[in-house]
């Protein structure tokens, strides 16, 4: 049974943010991805994140960040965003800001 994909409103200004329109396409392919088997497509986080699954898309460069959420066949986008560790632009710290904030 196919999950049902929902989009945070973080996760779509995030999306709607990045300007080239085929990596835009592809990382949209691929959130439409999770809707078959979502845990076994992405990375466990740890720390801030744990609880989190992190999914490669668009040429590994960026990071679709979601929660599966099993009793509603549901799978949560929470961000989307380009993997650059030590940046403040990093996906991950962008996803911690949020946790520590308690908007997630």
Known sequence: MAYQIEITPTALEALEAIADRRTRSAI??????LAE?????GKPL??????FLS?????QRYRVVYKVENAKKQV?????GIRKEGSHRDVYALAK?????GLV
């Not at 949560?76 to 989307?80: A, G, I, K, R, T």
């Open 46 to 51: 740890r720390g801030w994140l744990a609880g």
């Open 97 to 101: 800001r949020l946790v520590q904030r």
């Open 55 to 59: 999914a490669r898309a668009a040429g």
């Open 37 to 41: 088997e979502p845990q076994k497509q």
């Open 76 to 80: 949560l986008v929470y961000m989307v």
């Open 28 to 33: 949209v392919r691929r959130i439409d991805t």
